[in-house]
């Protein structure tokens, strides 16, 4: 017979396996009230900025959405007259390695050409925006040219990037992120005034995004799966970065996930020869 140990774990695993709790997850659980999102605000961090930062452009001004994809921001533009711009060669499948989306719709751009040439004259937009688009581009120094170029003066360009990133959407990916000083060696250069630059999260928020990803990682390329005891493990070390993550914030300076910038062009005299 059972001994009364056994029988209750046996009933709690049972119990959890219908609330989809694990029994190591159980034995843990107030340690995960405060993990929740440490490591799962990539997303969310760089669209909230990115809503803020649209609403600082006037209304009906003009917003070029350069690599558009699926025109998944117009939806923060609904105060600008907008334009998307886009390679539409992707498909969503690539070339099947990292990580893909599956499908990809490129039918509703306004624009399709190479970011570093798209077809409109000089100082035609109020604005632009490129969200996660550089890292997709072989020249990414030329498609931040190019925009400023389209840009009229006093102009706003609103950039998002990630500073270290997994293979994704290949073999459309060449670079894995810029950092801080990408973006302020640029903006000298190419005459734009910097109104903000700011990490998305800092190294342990990075650290906690990528554990969080190991189990589909480890699924994919290991072939193995996390057991119970494992994603207890992972689950107790996500606590502990929970907790440096809210103390050290100034850790973005050695890894984060991506920058955000924003950036006005200067004004510059027609006709010097006067």
């Known amino acids: ?56 452009i006037p209304s009906g001004c003009s917003i070029l959405d350069a690599g558009a994809g699926e025109l998944q921001y117009k939806k923060f533009c609904k105060h600008l007259i907008y334009t998307s711009q886009d390679f539409a060669q992707y498909d969503g499948q690539g070339d099947a390695n990292g990580l893909q989306i599956g499908s990809w719709d490129n039918s509703k751009l306004d624009i399709i050409s190479d970011i570093t040439s798209i077809p409109v004259p000089d100082v035609s937009f109020d604005s632009v925006m490129c969200i996660e688009v550089l890292e997709h581009v072989p020249h990414p120094v030329a498609a931040i040219k190019e925009m400023v170029r389209t840009l009229k003066p006093g102009g706003w360009l609103v950039i998002t990037a990630p500073f270290a990133s997994l293979t994704h959407f290949s073999p459309y990916h ?74 050290g914030q100034s850790s973005a300076e050695l890894l984060t996930m991506g920058f955000h910038f924003f950036a006005r062009k200067n004004y510059i005299e027609d006709d010097k020869s006067n």
Do not use: C, H
């Open 1 to 56: 017979m059972e001994n009364f140990n056994v029988r209750i774990e046996k009933y709690l695993r049972k119990y959890l396996r219908k609330r989809k709790t694990n029994f190591w997850e159980f034995l843990f659980g107030a340690f995960f009230e405060d993990v929740n999102k440490v490591g799962t605000k990539n997303l969310s961090n760089r669209e909230r900025w990115l809503e803020e930062t649209l609403l600082k």
């Open 174 to 247: 060449f670079s894995t992120g810029f950092n801080r000083y990408f973006y302020e060696y640029w903006a000298k250069e190419f005459g734009l005034e910097i109104l903000d630059l700011q990490t998305n999260g800092n190294y342990f928020d990075y650290i906690a995004q990528e554990l969080r990803r190991l189990p589909d990682v480890t699924k994919k390329y290991a072939n193995q799966e996390i057991t119970e005891k494992d994603q207890a493990i992972i689950n107790a070390l996500l606590g502990k970065l929970n907790e440096l993550s809210a103390i």
